[in-house]
């Protein structure tokens, strides 16, 4: 459906100059560049071109093109692989008419051009992507699945077996007297190694004995401000790493170690005066951080800061090409890392219902509170309010 923007909105958009969601072209803009600018656009947030405005935001009209519409739903189709769908309407701006394309983020990353060219919008240009950020966008798109690549010069003696024997208990299988060669064989069946007998990415997190010695970043930093701003005054900060399951568990307590919790005489009955959420609301937030945040960004950590008035968890990756916000809140899930997502289960951290954030929803409905979930670039936010 069209968003049909209204005439004083697009006179503020040409105003305001091309940034990482507006792209100017004329009306003999070559096919090629308009449709590099689809696949930028549709590679990452999506966006507006106005068809018939210059570089410097001077309105110069389509100069009576023809059925322009037409000639972009062309481009859109046979210029863009796999072709996309765009969204388009006329208008008139100071007694000359421009053309508004609508580019909506794709749900079939990667896309690129009919030259084999992989673009994003980087403020407001575009580039061919790196080798990490094509890889992102194949995760994305569920082609690829970077939970599942063995982690080179790894072995059994990286695995916690002990661990990994009361995992298999749970199925009635005694891993600790089978004979070498029948551990390696269900290892590698269960993802915990890849063919090559490297320890997977996601057999490393659940049962590596140190994570962290290959997979530097893959751990959770949490900050207590004094205050409602980063700039505040730190009361407490620690970094937990080793398994996702200890790291869970672990972040759990610092933050209710952290959460006052103030109460006061009333009567005969000591009755807490401020209110805290059910650990099961920050254990969700929590298991959703580690267990669907992109690992293939090795630059930084999962973020929990709290704040006076909010808790924020900021988790490297953002959603997947199916998955909107709303999408999120209503229970759809989509797993980014499936390994990862089996495992959690049968330790009975998650049940894959999409349960986890409706239930999270609901209570801080409940309860008159607020929560914002937010794609920040790379990283995807959540934001719950005390």
Known sequence: MVRMYTKEEIIRLIEGGENSAVEFKTADVKIDSLAREMVAFSNTNGGVIFLGVDDTGTITGLNAKGNVEEWVANIARNNVIPPIHTQYFEIEIH???????????????????????????????????TQAELMRLFQQSGVFHYDSIGVEGTSLADLNLTSIDQYFNRYEIDFSHESETEKVKLLKNSDILNENGYVTIAGLLIFGINPQRYLLNAGISFAHFNGEEITADLIDKQNIESTLTFQVDTTLSIIKNNLLQPSAIIGA??????????????????????????????????????????????????????????????????????????????????????????????????????????????EFKVTLYL
């Open 269 to 378: 009955k000591r009755v807490d005066t401020r209110f805290i959420y059910e650990d099961k609301v920050f254990r969700e937030l929590l298991v959703n951080a580690c267990v669907h945040r992109n690992y293939a960004i090795s630059g930084s950590k999962i973020r929990i800061f709290l704040f006076h008035d909010r808790i924020e968890f900021i988790s490297p990756g953002k959603l997947p090409n199916t998955v909107t916000i709303e999408k999120l809140k209503a229970g759809v899930s989509y797993a980014v890392n499936p390994v990862l997502v089996k495992f959690m289960e049968n330790l009975r951290y998650i049940d894959k219902l999409g349960r986890g954030i409706p239930m999270v929803c609901k209570e801080v409905e409940k309860n008159n509170k607020e929560i914002a979930f937010k794609e920040l670039g790379e």
């Open 95 to 129: 007694q000359e008419k421009i053309g508004v394309i609508e580019i909506t983020k794709g749900k079939d990353k990667p896309y690129q051009t009919i030259n084999h060219q992989f673009l994003i919008r980087v403020g407001s240009t575009n580039r061919v992507t």
